[in-house]
């Protein structure tokens, strides 16, 4: 997985795989490259790019997914509360951790946690291991995420109304 930095932006080569389309003529190889891109403040992105060349499937698949950001809600170091994600066969398990416990996922839930600025968060990958599906799941999973001030607004609440009795919030998905 190699890692970049440009304008703030953190990019992270989940997979590169060649492709294969087998003409009268012979082979012609051509490559796809799945990138993670994100500001390490909220923002991320995910973009599939292809092309003859790896590098430049790379860097149109990093430029796709500049421009396809989701905000995530972050609570400190991690995220306001545990979510599930599903794209395909896969599923992922994403729940938020105490100060301290740093990024426990694997390796494409990782590069998706960093890129977000995760920092204290425990992931599970379920099914289908496949890279392209465990990210796609992930991404489910974080853009099911809101705020407290977005939950109480939907509820025709404040924020403090939903702080239940000794500081603890009733807030769920």
Partial sequence: MAETKKDNFVDHVISVRRVTKVTKGGKRFSFSALVVTGDRNGRVG???GKSREVSSAISKATNKARRKLIE???RDDTIPYDVHGKHGASKVVIRSASKGTGVIAGGAVRSLMESV???DVLAKSLGSG???NVIKAALNAL???RTAKHLAKLRGKTVSELVGVGGQKNVSA
């Fill in 46 to 48: 995910i973009a599939l």
């Fill in 117 to 119: 600025g995760i920092k």
């Fill in 130 to 132: 496949n890279p392209q």
């Fill in 72 to 74: 995530v809600p972050l």
């Fill in 143 to 145: 853009a099911k995420l």
